[in-house]
């Protein structure tokens, strides 16, 4: 995956060198109009034509945008039941907390989303629960594709980086196993470069070893900000590790290496 042309701001540092403050909010003010300008883009897919569809290994699906305060009820709905279908099991006890905690963060301004959409033969989906069995799929004629999955990711600042966190990449079990999550992750991936952000960061459940063994194949690492680098005793403690792949040597510094400085 080529990264972007462009640079991000940054500050070079030399020996002996000192950051004057004012470089220091200059440096701060050109990130945050790097994020503004990310949240600002109505429609990130426009840019990667090669990304609207997937149709590989007899699974054939397209792509859509949309961002958190705009989701209709039925697709909220689908949101809930994937979640927790797919995680209810490697959060165990935490899930009933957790699970609101989602449900907040899912309809938030700033929330970004690709839906997944596979053609129905002329009928669209809608998911619901199935008393615990998973996702049941509801049909009524309609020229829309149902949703088999979806993306939720934001731009956001860390360790005063810019930054494409994921928050959710969910699909249903039919979904799997098809190249999909990689091509959904490239993406993401894109997206972040062009946008000028550092880094992709994500947060997978230890619990959740198919996943950690996913994101691994990918060429993420734990990243220096995860409880487990941070402090080795809390993150025995902590359910979680916080992945990332970089994209430049300042990120690589801050968020693989644990550097403040280059």
Known sequence: MATAEKKRPRISSGAGRTTSRKEVLERKKAIDELIRKAIAVKDHLVQFPAFHKFQRNGLSVYLESGRGDKLTLPTRKYIQNLLKVNMEEPYGPEWPSEEKIKRQEMVAPEARYIFIKQYSNGFT??????????????????????????????????????????????????????????????????????????????????????????????????????????????????????????????????????????
């Open 125 to 262: 989906t809608e998911c619901s629960m199935n008393q615990g069995e998973g996702v049941e799929h509801n049909h009524t004629p309609c020229n829309e594709g149902h949703l088999v999955g979806f993306v939720h990711y934001r731009f956001v600042l860390e360790d005063e980086l810019p930054v494409v966190y994921v928050y959710e990449l969910q699909m249903e079990t039919s979904a799997h196993g098809k190249g999909l999550g990689k091509f959904m992750m490239q993406l993401i991936e894109q997206i972040a470069c062009t946008n000028q952000m550092g880094a992709v960061m994500l947060t997978v459940q230890k619990a959740n070893t198919q996943a950690m063994a996913f994101y691994t194949k990918l060429r993420y690492v734990i990243s220096s900000t995860s409880p487990s680098r941070v402090d080795p005793q809390i993150g025995l403690e902590k359910s979680y590790e916080i992945l990332c792949k970089t994209f430049d040597s300042e990120a690589k510094s801050k968020l693989e290496d644990g550097n403040e400085e280059l």
